[in-house]
């Protein structure tokens, strides 16, 4: 693309061009979703160029790559990313504008790519970002659901699910590659057959087969030639139509494959942090792995190498247990189909693969039962069950011969039926193991995988602790703060080079400075006041502590705990005098997120916060002091929005449990300060940004299992607090209070699991603190720069850089114009 094709007189052509031809649409005659897709039909022209030049440079040049195998990719809207990346948001204003739209109402018309369920979908997205930007060869692969993450609609306070139509308009970001697809299999049996040197050979055979088709969707970098991409497969008949059956007046079985093949994948599982252990899932992870790896092998193939140096030109990082069954499968294809001996096959394999950790929750840890996958993948079942006789003959050999430890160490677990444990196997599978943050990373090795670290030693099991975009996460979402960091640290660096932040730590105590970034703050509240206002009828006032918890809906996450503390700062303010009422400092406590549809006292707490919320909002006695609102829907762009208005964030696992959180990160990165818990990234990014700017409170992980032993043997101690809070949602304060008799006793009669009572005072007494705290402007003002000026660790910039040097082996290659 030359540069006179970003003029304004260029873009506006190339709009009016789209409309005419893609859309088919007179230029008089267009709404503002239309004017959205012309628009973005013109940026990805521009991507295009970039992406071409990059991908044929690959192509041509062959270097090592890695690929990003994940079941999520939780991107988010698409087109003001490009425009950033590709630097020509200014001229498309321009455009936009001269043909009478403004380019942020267009903004929103994109549906955004919801093909993930939270943190861990995200993380990849954010990967790719960087990945795209620091110019490595790499990329994703993952699944184009048709329905994303299901949109959360909240009736008389619970949350209602209703599907995600995302592919119900053109999508310019995607790339349906017609000529891009393999068969993939499931059930049939397993036959012995001679391979061409006349070796005897182990061949899946029979069964059903469906197709896999590429979709590619482009991931810009920022401010470089390079263009990355996300390879996504979408399931297809392989036969379309069975005339037999349609002449035979048998119309539905006539169109059954059709359908069953496309229900593959139809839909994303919204499950966040647990197993569904369904057939479907199961199909799903196959179908992704086995196209992903005949991919690549087609690939490394064209470079006629030998086998043995697959490792050096290919890198497969599995997010996650999700992708496990390209282990065993690139075992199958190297021995059954390639011939190669299953030593010299191993070896391949155990240099190819590593593997991500996300989470030491036991419900998430995937575990599945040996005649499922016996029924779906035979071969894979006998492969996985060879690949465990071999480990454990290994580790009896050269390590231990105790039965407890073989047992326990065994990717098969006798149970009834038998499971085959996804994470053990990815671990034998992969050469390196990483947590998502340094305490994460310690329980894994102290806890879940700990044989493994005596058996294979240390070095295997790393930790690299997660990373957020700037890019999305500051440069786009906030533009106030965006331009006041350029302005004041001299040039955009930053953006690439977040460290650079730091420049801003001379002027944390400069009063005008501190003013200017109090502005910028109080014009990202009133930006989300007015979107409350907007889209939910809910005054708030800008001017009050805006105190914010958005994530999933989990036990573990608490959300529970905080709307207790709602509820007890609600019952305190009703009990003031005026006068002292009048010194509070107000609040408006927001929280967003969703359950899982079968997560029943995930709902519950939904439920309890819309009724907590409808009782408080209306309370004219308090006076304003205290507003509660959820926030339906959240999603990566409600996000975008909601991030930048926080005073106080609320990330308040119970110690142990969050393997590190992401958006604590972007919180912090755009000035709000954290109300946490010691657990996940809380921890580091308290060590960056200086103790004196975090709010800690509650037990630490070590303790943990102490608390729960003790309070099964000895009882809970509920906090007078606590007590005040069981008495007003008992007493029918906010309704019914029958509705919220299951979630009270996961407290009173369940054995508080999650520690609620033990952390509820040393979290209130946190609250006051942070009162206090924001109480004095200019205090607080500083830690908020403290914060964004010590947030550069936290860029996954960072994150990816360490994945390529320590993990991948994987160099930048830079694409020139
Ligand atoms: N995570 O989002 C998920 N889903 C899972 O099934 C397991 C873990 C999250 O991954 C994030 C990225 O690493 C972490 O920050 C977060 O703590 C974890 O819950």
Redesign the pocket.
């Known amino acids: 693309m030359t540069p006179e094709k970003n003029d304004t007189d260029a873009i506006e052509q190339d709009i009016v061009h789209h409309t005419i031809t893609t859309l088919c649409r007179g230029v008089y005659n267009i709404d503002k979703l239309a004017m959205y897709q012309a628009t973005a039909h013109s940026v990805r022209d521009r991507l295009l160029e970039d992406w071409n030049l990059t991908q044929e440079a690959l192509h041509r040049e062959n270097p090592k790559r890695c690929y990003y195998m994940s079941m ?1 990719f939780l991107i988010g809207r698409a087109l003001d990313n490009a425009l950033n990346c590709l630097k020509v948001k200014k001229n498309y204003k321009e455009s936009v504008d001269n043909l009478g739209f403004n380019l942020e109402d267009l903004l929103v018309e994109e549906k955004d790519a919801a093909l ?8 990849a997205a954010c990967y790719m970002d960087s990945a795209a930007t620091l110019d490595y060869p790499t990329w994703g692969y993952g699944l184009r659901y048709q329905y994303g993450i299901f949109k959360q609609i909240i009736k008389d306070g619970y949350q209602n699910e209703m599907p995600d139509y995302w592919l119900n308009f053109d999508n310019p970001w995607e790339f349906p590659r017609t000529d891009i697809r393999y068969e993939v299999r499931f059930h049939g049996y397993v036959a012995t057959k001679m391979n061409e040197k006349g070796e005897s050979r182990m061949s899946w055979e029979g069964g059903d087969k469906v197709q896999a088709m590429a979709y590619d969707v482009p991931i810009p970098g920022f401010d470089t030639k390079g263009c990355g991409n996300i390879r996504l497969w979408s399931s297809k008949p392989l036969n379309t139509f069975d005339f037999d059956s349609f002449n035979a007046g048998d119309y539905d079985r006539s169109v059954s494959e059709q359908t069953n093949a496309q229900n593959l994948t139809s839909v994303l599982y919204p ?4 197993l569904v252990g369904k057939e479907l899932r199961l199909k799903q992870e196959y179908f992704f792995v086995s196209a992903s790896l005949q991919d690549i092998i087609h690939r490394f193939k064209r470079a006629k190498c030998p086998w043995k140096d697959f490792p050096d030109k290919v890198a497969v990082q599995m997010n ?1 247990t999700h992708p496990t069954l390209a282990v065993p499968e690139l075992q199958r294809i190297l021995v059954d189909v390639e011939g190669l001996e299953w030593d010299d096959a191993w070896d391949i394999v155990t240099r190819t693969f590593a593997f ?1 950790n ?2 030491v ?1 036991p419900e ?1 840890l995937e575990c599945w039962s040996v005649p499922m996958m016996e029924k779906i993948l035979p071969r894979h079942m006998q492969i996985i069950y060879d690949i465990n006789l071999f480990f454990l003959q290994k580790v009896e050999r050269d390590f231990s011969p105790d039965r407890e430890l073989l047992k326990r160490i065994s990717i098969i677990e006798e149970t009834s039926p038998q499971q085959v444990r996804m994470a053990y196997l990815a671990v034998v599978g992969s050469h390196t193991v990483n947590g ?2 340094a305490l ?1 990373s310690d329980l894994i090795r102290k806890n879940l995988f700990n044989d493994f670290v005596k058996y294979y030693g240390p070095e295997k099991f790393i930790n690299i602790t ?1 990373g957020i975009t700037p890019r999305r996460w500051l440069y786009q979402s906030n533009p106030g703060l965006r331009d006041l960091i350029t302005k004041t640290l001299g040039s955009e660096e930053w953006a690439t080079h977040l460290d650079q932040l730091e420049g801003l730590k001379k002027y944390a105590e400069d009063a005008s400075f501190q003013e200017a970034w109090a502005d910028v703050k109080f014009q990202n509240k009133k930006r989300l006041a007015d979107w409350i206002k907007t889209n939910m009828n809910i005054t708030v006032n800008p001017h009050a502590l805006f105190d914010i918890q958005v994530k ?1 809906i989990h036990e573990y996450k608490r959300q529970y705990m905080n709307i207790l503390s709602v509820i007890y700062r609600y019952k305190s303010l009703k009990k003031m005098a005026p006068e002292d009422l009048e010194q509070q400092v107000p609040r408006v406590v927001i929280f967003g997120g969703k359950a899982a549809p079968g997560y029943y006292i995930a709902k519950l707490v939904i439920k309890l916060i819309n009724s907590a919320a409808e009782v408080i909002n209306n309370d004219s006695s308090i006076k304003d002091m205290l507003k509660v609102v959820f926030i339906p829907d959240y999603n990566v762009s409600l996000a975008e929005i909601i991030i930048p208005a926080s005073d106080i964030s609320q990330h308040i ?1 119970t110690a142990g449990t ?5 958006s604590n990160m972007k919180f912090v990165l755009n000035g709000g300060l954290i109300l946490g818990t010691v657990d ?2 809380n921890i580091e990014i308290g060590e960056q940004i200086g103790e004196e700017n975090i709010f800690m409170f509650g037990v630490l992980a070590d303790a943990v299992d102490d608390i729960r032993h003790n309070q099964k043997y000895h009882g809970l101690f509920i906090d007078a607090s606590l007590q005040v809070v069981i008495d007003a949602i008992q007493g029918g304060e906010f309704g019914d209070p029958s509705i919220f008799g299951p979630l009270i006793n996961t407290l009173t009669y369940g054995g508080d699991y999650y520690l609620i009572s033990t952390d509820f005072k040393s979290y209130l007494q946190k609250h006051t603190e942070v009162d206090d705290t924001y109480r004095d402007k200019a205090a607080w003002n500083k830690k908020s720069i403290m914060c964004t000026a010590g947030m550069g660790f936290f860029s996954s910039d960072r994150a990816v850089r360490t994945y390529a040097e320590k993990i991948w082996k994987l160099k930048p290659f830079k694409v020139e114009a």
């Open positions: 999520e993930g369920n939270g943190g861990l979908g995200r993380l499950n966040d942090n647990h996650d991500t996300h989470t929750l998430a998502v943050a994460h997660n999933r696992s969050e393997a590190s959180g992401t996940g990234a």
